[in-house]
C-alpha cells in the first residue's frame, strides 16, 4: 500500500522557471492538502482540495496554484519561482474533514530557488 | 490570532520519561493531533484528544485541558529511535490543521 506518493523528490529552480509538483493517493481519500515547511515554523497550509475538481486556499497561497482534476492526484503549480519559495513541501490526505481523521503524508519534496 | 507553542528541543536519557507540552490558542477547538517527525522523512500520526483527559497507547500517552488551552505528550522507556521531532495540531473552528513548529527531542545513552 503506496499511501501518498509525491514527485519529485528533490527539485533545484532558477529564479523566474516555473513546475509542477505532483501528489498521488491510492486511499481513496476525499481530502487533500498541500503544505510547505520552514526551519522554526509550523506546517503551513498552501491549499487544499475536499474533493474532485474543487480547490481552496490556505494560510498561504500566494504565488502557487493548485488543480483536482482526478480524485487520487493533487498537484500542486509554481508559476514563477521565487528565492522565498525554497522550502520543503508536503502533500498529505485524509478520509474527510472529521475532526478525528488524521492526516497521512508524503515523503516530502525538498525545493531550491537559485 | 492563533497560536501554538512548544518548546524548541529537549534533551533526555535512554530508559526514561520525557512530557513534550503544548499550548494553544485558537478560534475554535476540533480536536488536537500530535505527530512525530523523523529527520528528513514525513510526519506520522500519534495520537488524538478531542475530550479532557488521558489517552494511553502503548509507550505513547496524550493529555488534554480544553480549560487551560493545554496539551502534553508522554512518552516512557525511551528508546534511541525516539529522537525525532513532535508536532502539535490544532482542528480550529474550520477543521483546518493549525501546526505547532515541533519539538526537537534527542535521546542520550
Known amino acids: 500500500n503506496a499511501g501518498v506518493t509525491q514527485t519529485p523528490k528533490f527539485r533545484v529552480l532558477k529564479t523566474g522557471q516555473s513546475m509542477t509538483l505532483l501528489c498521488a493517493q491510492d486511499?481513496?481519500?476525499?481530502?487533500m492538502y498541500w503544505y510547505r515547511q520552514d526551519p522554526g515554523m509550523g506546517l503551513r497550509l498552501i491549499h487544499y482540495?475536499?474533493?474532485?475538481?474543487?480547490?481552496a486556499k490556505g494560510e498561504v497561497p500566494d504565488g502557487y496554484n493548485v488543480s483536482r482534476l482526478k480524485k487520487q492526484n493533487f498537484l500542486l503549480g509554481l508559476e514563477s519561482a521565487a528565492p522565498s519559495q525554497t522550502s520543503v513541501y508536503f502533500c498529505?490526505?485524509?478520509?474527510?474533514?472529521?475532526?478525528?481523521?488524521?492526516?497521512?503524508f508524503g515523503d516530502g519534496t525538498r525545493l531550491s530557488i537559485l | 490570532g492563533q497560536n501554538i507553542d512548544q518548546p524548541t528541543e529537549m534533551t533526555a536519557t535512554e530508559g526514561a520519561i520525557v512530557q513534550i507540552n503544548c499550548t494553544y490558542q485558537?478560534?475554535?477547538?476540533?480536536?488536537l493531533f500530535w505527530y512525530q517527525q523523523h529527520a528528513g522523512e514525513a510526519p506520522t500520526f500519534l495520537s488524538y484528544?478531542?475530550l479532557d483527559g488521558l489517552e494511553e497507547k502503548g509507550r505513547f500517552s496524550s493529555f488534554l485541558s480544553r480549560s487551560k488551552g493545554y496539551s502534553y505528550l508522554l512518552l516512557k522507556e525511551l528508546q534511541m529511535k525516539d529522537s525525532a521531532s513532535y508536532l502539535c495540531?490544532?482542528?480550529?473552528?474550520?477543521?483546518?490543521?493549525?501546526w505547532g513548529a515541533g519539538t526537537k527531542l534527542i535521546i542520550k545513552p
Open positions: 498529505a490526505s485524509s478520509l474527510d474533514s472529521g475532526a478525528s481523521q488524521p492526516q497521512h
Open positions: 486511499m481513496n481519500h476525499e481530502y
Open positions: 495540531a490544532v482542528s480550529d473552528s474550520n477543521y483546518q490543521l493549525i
Open positions: 482540495s475536499v474533493g474532485e475538481g474543487t480547490t
Open positions: 484528544n478531542v
Open positions: 485558537t478560534s475554535g477547538f476540533n480536536g
